[in-house]
C-alpha cells in the first residue's frame, strides 16, 4: 500500500461516525437512567418531552441518532398509562431518526400480571403490550424480573430478562440473624423457583406460604409448609402492590413462631394502602429496588431501597458490545470496580 493510499484511507477514518452508546431516559424514573449513565461512564443524551395542554405527549430528540445504537430507560409504572404511551412515543420518534437498533429497557413491566386467561373474556394485556412495543419500533427489550417468564415468548423481537437476585443476595447476606438460623419463605406457590434461587446462593433453607386469592389483590395466607420457629425469615417476592398478602403472611410466620421476618421484593409498586400496611406489619425491615421511584414524600424507616443500576448498566454495555448478557440470567455479574 503506498503512502497516497494511507493518507486516503486516514481521512476516511476521519470522518467515519463514531457510534457509541445513545443513552436516553423517560420521565418515569430519571434518577435510575442518572445512576445507569454514572456506571457507564457517559450522560444523558438530551431529549424534549413534555405534554400539550389536553395531555397529549410531545417527544423530539435534540442530536442526531442515525446509525446510532439507542437504549431508552422507561419503566412502565404509575402513572401505568401515561408511563407507557411515553415509551411508545419515544420508540417511534427514535424510529423516524433513523438509529441502528432502539433497546427499550423497561426495568419494570407494566401489565405484566394479566399474562393469560384466568377466566372468560379477559385480556391478556402483557401480550398486548409486547406488540405495542414491537410495532412502535424497539428492536430489543432488556427487561427486569418479569412476573413470569413465558411473557418473553409474547415478543418477536430479541428480548433480555435479567434478575435483581444478586443485588438482594448482597443485602440478605448482610443481615445480623443474631446466631439464629436464616431461612427463604416464597409468600406462594408461584414463587418458589424464585425464591429456591435466593435460597441456594445465601445457603439457607425454603418455606412456603400457601394462600389462597379469591379476587383481584386480595389473597388470604392459609398454612406454612416447612419450619420457621425460632429463625430468621426472609421473603422474597417480584412484586408488592398493595402489600396485603405480604403483611398477612408475615404476621402468620410470627404466629408460628418466626423470630423476625424481612421483606425482599424487585419492584416497589407500593399502590394504595401498602406503605400504611408495611408501616403496621410484624416486619423488621423491607428491602426493595429502584426499578420504581418511591415517589411518597414520607416513606416508613423500614424501608430499603438498593439499586439495581450497575446491574442493568453492564446489560447495556454488553449488548452494545455485542457481548454475552447470559452470565447475568445465572446471577454471576462482576461489578465494575470503583
Do not use: W
Amino acid at each position: 500500500m503506498n503512502s497516497e493510499t494511507e493518507l486516503q484511507l486516514k481521512r476516511f477514518e476521519k470522518i467515519l461516525p463514531t457510534h457509541d452508546i445513545k443513552l436516553f431516559s423517560g420521565r418515569s424514573n430519571n434518577a435510575l437512567a442518572c445512576e445507569i449513565a454514572q456506571y457507564l461512564g457517559t450522560t444523558l443524551e438530551p431529549i424534549t418531552i413534555k405534554n400539550f395542554s389536553d395531555g397529549e405527549i410531545y417527544v423530539q430528540i435534540q442530536d442526531s441518532v442515525r446509525g446510532d445504537d439507542v437504549f431508552i430507560v422507561q419503566p412502565v409504572c404509575d402513572p401505568v398509562n401515561e408511563n407507557l404511551m411515553e415509551l411508545l412515543i419515544l420508540l417511534d420518534a427514535f424510529k423516524r431518526a433513523s438509529a441502528k437498533s432502539v433497546t427499550a429497557v423497561i426495568p419494570y413491566y407494566g401489565y405484566a400480571r394479566q399474562d393469560r386467561k384466568a377466566s372468560g373474556r379477559e385480556a391478556i394485556t402483557a401480550k398486548l403490550v409486547a406488540d405495542l412495543l414491537t410495532q412502535a419500533g424497539a428492536t430489543r427489550v432488556l427487561a427486569m424480573d418479569l412476573h413470569t417468564g413465558q411473557i418473553q415468548g409474547f415478543f418477536n423481537i430479541l428480548v433480555d430478562h435479567i434478575y435483581a437476585t444478586p443485588v438482594i443476595v448482597k443485602y440478605v447476606k448482610n443481615i445480623d440473624t443474631q446466631g439464629s438460623e436464616l431461612v427463604c419463605v416464597s409468600p406462594d406457590m408461584g414463587g418458589v423457583k424464585r425464591t429456591r434461587a435466593l435460597a441456594k446462593l445465601v445457603g439457607a433453607p425454603i418455606a412456603i406460604i400457601d394462600k389462597r386469592r379469591d379476587k383481584h389483590n386480595s389473597a388470604i395466607a392459609c398454612n406454612i409448609i416447612g419450619d420457621v420457629k425460632d429463625k430468621v425469615c426472609v421473603m422474597f417476592d417480584d412484586i408488592i402492590d398493595t402489600a396485603g398478602t405480604i403483611c398477612e403472611a408475615s404476621r402468620l410466620l410470627v404466629e408460628q413462631g418466626a423470630k423476625e421476618v424481612y421483606v425482599c421484593a424487585v419492584h416497589p409498586v407500593f399502590s394504595g394502602p401498602a406503605l400504611k400496611r408495611l408501616e403496621e406489619a410484624p416486619i423488621k425491615e423491607v428491602i426493595v429496588t429502584n426499578t420504581i421511584p418511591l415517589k411518597d414524600t414520607v416513606i416508613p424507616e423500614k424501608i430499603k431501597q438498593v439499586s439495581v443500576a450497575p446491574l442493568l448498566g453492564e446489560a447495556i454495555s454488553r449488548i452494545h458490545d455485542d457481548k454475552s448478557v447470559s452470565s447475568l440470567f445465572g446471577f454471576e455479574i462482576e461489578y465494575k470496580k470503583d
